[in-house]
């Protein structure tokens, strides 16, 4: 199977977030994802969850990659990975946020929102990995950003979503 890899290293600034959603959103489309795609949207906010909690939790440079790969036989759409690996050994904690709270949304969003997820060490820090099927069914997340912060709507029954 032939794998496509393309990472960015990322500074330990939370203005490094939005220069890492620019930068996987040309990629995607390098890799023949179109911008307008559901499967780019869940993927760039993957992306931005990951990344946030690496700067903001580790206050470590982090590395984005991005790993594309083929299809493993004709009409399969192949899997997009994305993994983020820091310098700090804590593991990741996911959170339980209220209904009002600002934060503590991104792990919950990735369990949401990826066919798969998990973490593993890498050198002396941790990566933390997600992969998304090209293929599979898209589950539809809808942000609002108001005066707490940003809150999360769960899909209506009519959209399809996919297990995580």
Do not use: Y
Not at 66 to 90: H, I, N, P, Y
């Amino acid at each position: 199977m032939q794998v496509l890899q393309v990472q960015l290293e990322v500074g330990p600034d939370p203005a490094e977030v939005g220069r890492a959603r620019r930068w996987a959103r040309s990629r995607l489309v390098g890799s023949g994802i179109r911008d307008d795609e559901p499967l780019a949207e869940t993927l760039i906010l993957l992306i931005s969850e990951l990344v946030t909690n690496a700067v903001v939790h580790t206050g470590c440079p982090a590395v984005l990659r991005m790993l594309f790969g083929a299809a493993e036989t004709a009409g399969a759409a192949g899997t997009v990975r994305v993994e983020v690996a820091d310098t700090s050994c804590r593991p990741p904690q996911q959170r339980h946020a209220a209904g009002e709270d600002t934060g503590g949304r991104g792990l919950e969003l990735v369990d949401g929102l990826a066919d798969r997820w998990g973490w593993q060490p890498e050198g002396a820090g941790k990566q933390i990995w997600c992969e998304v099927d090209r293929g599979a069914p898209v589950v539809q997340v809808q942000m609002q950003v108001g005066a707490h912060g940003v809150g999360v709507h769960e899909p209506s029954p009519a959209v399809v979503t996919h297990p995580a």
